[in-house]
């Protein structure tokens, strides 16, 4: 058996993550208090009992998210349960960052100070309507690409998420996003709907947040990862910190090939995924794209009994 150890990314936030995690297990807590810290606030606070539109700012989800992935292998440990169990680690988008801290590559603090950085620049990077993201279900991955760039008619329109066999989720300027819906229905989409983010994330639009991540990954201590990640970019296993260094920066314009990802994996031998943190979008798409894989959802204290007992 090989497990992968697999990391959420944005859109599984949400308000009372975590407490549980952190009133059952010492380590838990400590892991959101070294992300308050880190941040100079009480993040935690706003995730236990704030308010779901100020917790989904990018911003704020993106540390949150990592802190809840990261209390969650605590907790793991806690019970005994260490990331030696996993062959690799993967993370979608910013869960590539919780990733990483898993492996030991960047310190908590460093993960939860590179992630507010990431989310303001990605959210500074085009003005507040002017870009536009859309799920496209139903098509596969070339469909989809075809259908963006038919849409693009001189703006900016990719595929930003490979993310299972019939989801990709396109991305860009707003005209060409809302061009691209119709196109997709017209190829046979099953549905093809805006997203309702507050920034065309992953495509040639957030080249001023990939140059500003670029900057701020020169300034943090990196070291190579003790489980090899399976990057988002690549699709293919990396341990050395230059080229992660390098992957992390093209990731804020380049597509999540997360389909790819899972292949890849599963064609090494992975035979169980375990997503940890927030939410279970993860596994949903694992189970799409590799029907015999097993997926466990670790999040929550009675998630660990399951696990031991497993």
């Known amino acids: 058996m090989s497990i992968a150890f697999v990391f959420p990314g944005q859109g599984a936030q949400s308000i009372g993550m975590g407490r549980a995690l952190a009133e059952a297990y010492p ?42 992935s990261i209390a969650t292998l605590r907790a793991l440990e806690a019970e005994g349960v260490t990331l030696d169990r996993a062959t690799y680690v ?13 492996a030991g590559t960047f ?14 620049a990605m959210q500074q990077a085009v003005p507040v309507g002017q870009g536009a993201m859309a799920a496209v279900l139903g098509l596969d991955f070339t469909t989809a690409t075809k259908v963006a760039q ?6 900016v329109c990719q595929v930003a998420n490979e993310n299972d066999p019939a989801q990709n989720v396109v991305s860009g300027d707003k005209d060409a996003v809302e061009r691209a819906c119709v196109l997709a229905k017209e190829a046979g989409a099953k549905r093809a709907l805006m997203l309702p983010v507050s920034a065309p994330f992953h495509c040639a639009l957030m ?11 020169e300034s943090v201590t990196m070291h190579a990862p003790t489980v090899p990640l399976v990057a988002n970019v690549s699709a293919d296993a990396v341990s050395d910190p230059a080229q992660i260094k390098q992957l992390l920066a093209q990731q804020v314009t380049g597509q999540v090939r997360w389909k790819t990802s899972v292949e890849w994996m599963v064609a090494q031998g992975v035979t169980e995924f375990w997503e940890l943190g927030a939410g279970k979008a ?8 590799a029907k015999e894989a097993v997926t466990r959802n670790v999040g929550a204290p009675n ?6 007992e497993g």
């Open 107 to 120: 310190s908590v603090a460093d993960t939860a100070r590179l992630l507010r950085t990431r989310g303001l």
């Open 303 to 308: 998630d660990m009994t399951a696990i031991l």
């Open 27 to 68: 380590a838990a807590q400590a892991v959101f208090d070294e992300v308050d810290a880190a941040l100079g606030e009480k993040l935690s606070a706003l995730i236990w009992d704030g308010d779901i539109e100020t917790l989904t700012l990018t911003e704020n989800a993106q540390p949150a998210l990592m802190a809840m």
């Open 207 to 217: 080249a001023p947040a990939a140059e500003k991540m670029a900057e701020a990954l």
């Open 90 to 102: 993967a993370g979608h988008s910013l869960g590539e960052y919780a990733a990483l801290a898993a």
């Open 282 to 289: 993860l596994s949903g798409m694992i189970r799409r794209i």
């Open 150 to 155: 038919d849409a693009a008619q001189g703006q």
